[in-house]
């Protein structure tokens, strides 16, 4: 007989993340805290180099080598496009917080907007950079 | 707190195949979300969920996903579960995740998924059986917005008569204003913050018919309404994460009636 009462067994959770198909507009808000993450992480790179330019020639010229080496370089790319990233997605959402470009096609077409911009914003940075 | 991975008695078990479409040209599989408190091991211990894979003949049933979950049922399985009413998006009872995105099963075509159709009950609720979600809490949510019209004055002989540029606030240009909610839950089952946060987080639908009610020409308590919205999880824990408005099938826009509270919070400071 089948307990009609209130079924004693706990109920299962229906399956959520392992099964949505997230938009890219869900995609960029998971990158946009990624990303936030990631630069509270550069900022403290950031407050080291500033420390060892501070504490002599030596330790200034150290941080300048590894900030040169492939690593660092890849480090200061992905940090300069996770900065450019940010700063694009947290200006749409700026807007959106004026009620703007809320509709669905206009938010899906501004995702392209933003990764657009913020790429070309890393490429000028870093041409700029090796141009010198 | 997030809780990404779902919780032991929620894991799935292998789930049975069962070929009905008999050599059909145009077949399908249907991978349906199956519990019941009633299917239990020789223990006696209640089996977790399971996938079951079920081929079709496309030939014999209705073009939409609620046509063969329908077919499933009265040809193959009489104890699959769900819940349908009027079968064309109106109701809102069909509510489901089919091949990962909300939506009504009545208004879903099949033809419209490539592959084969995996359907589950609407994300991260607790399920009753198959397919039915408990909304008990989405409900209890949507008394605390108190959502009927509350006015200062004394009632007239008449209706309460709205301007149209007024009405259209409420129902849209396009007819997609927030009095079309169908209270389907689509949307806030679609909202990760929903997902993270239910027991404290409106969510997107709830929010809508909360903004139907203060953006109402003729209601009195939008203060009130507003003030009850006051807190960092009832309303701000919407991060403008858009799944809500990407998937209601209905084409309305709980998002955009969000950022519009959260603007008439800050405007009225
Ligand atoms: S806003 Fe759309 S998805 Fe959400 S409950 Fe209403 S009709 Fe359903
Ligand atoms: S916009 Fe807000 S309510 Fe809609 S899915 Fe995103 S977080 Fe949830
Ligand atoms: S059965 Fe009513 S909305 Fe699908």
């Given at each position: 007989m089948t307990d009609t009462s209130q079924t004693k067994v706990p109920r299962p959770l229906s399956p959520h993340l392992s099964i949505y198909n997230l938009p890219l507009t869900a995609l960029m808000s998971i990158t946009h805290r990624m990303t936030g993450a990631v630069l509270a992480l550069g900022t403290l790179l950031w407050a080291a180099f500033l420390i060892s330019a501070a504490s002599g020639e030596e330790y200034y010229k150290m941080v300048m080598y590894a900030a040169s080496s492939h690593m660092g370089r890849i480090i200061l790319l992905l940090w300069s496009a996770a900065l450019y990233f940010h700063m694009c997605n947290g200006i749409r959402h700026m807007i959106w917080d004026t009620g703007k470009f809320l509709e669905k096609d206009k938010a899906m077409r501004t995702n392209y907007v933003v990764i657009l911009v913020a790429v070309i914003m890393t490429a000028v940075t870093w041409v700029c950079a090796y141009l010198k | 707190m997030a809780e990404i991975l779902l919780p032991p008695n929620s894991r799935f078990i292998k789930g049975e195949k069962i070929d009905?479409?008999?050599?059909?040209?145009r077949k399908k599989t249907f991978k349906i979300y199956r519990w019941s408190p009633d299917t239990k091991d020789a223990k006696g211990n209640v089996k977790n969920p399971r996938f079951d894979e079920v081929t079709i003949d496309l030939d014999k049933c209705g073009p939409m996903v609620l046509d063969a979950l329908l077919y499933i049922k009265n040809n193959i399985d009489p104890t699959l579960t769900l819940r349908r009413s009027?079968?064309?998006?109106?109701?809102?009872?069909?509510a489901m995740n089919i091949d990962g995105t909300n939506t009504l099963a009545c208004t879903k075509a099949i033809d419209d998924v490539n592959g084969d159709v995996q359907v589950s009950p609407l994300p991260h609720m607790p399920v009753v059986?198959?397919?039915?979600?408990?909304l008990n809490h989405v409900y209890a949510q949507y008394t605390t917005i108190e959502p009927w019209l509350k006015t200062d004055s004394p009632a007239p002989s008449r209706e309460r008569l709205q301007s149209a540029d007024d009405a259209d606030i409420l129902n849209g240009h396009d007819g997609h204003g927030p009095a079309a909610c169908i209270l389907c839950f689509c949307c806030s089952t679609s909202c990760p913050s929903y997902w993270w946060n239910a027991d404290r987080f409106l969510g997107p639908a709830i929010l809508l018919q909360a903004y139907r009610w203060i953006a109402d020409s003729r209601d009195d308590a939008t203060g009130e309404r507003l003030d009850a919205l006051e807190d960092p999880f009832r309303l701000y824990r919407c991060h403008t994460i858009m799944n809500c408005t990407n998937t209601c099938p209905k084409g309305l826009n709980p998002a955009k009636a969000i950022a519009e509270i959260k603007k008439m919070m800050v405007a009225r400071q």
């Open positions: - | 009905a479409s008999d050599g059909a040209k009027c079968r064309e998006g109106i109701c809102g009872s069909c059986k198959d397919l039915v979600p408990d």
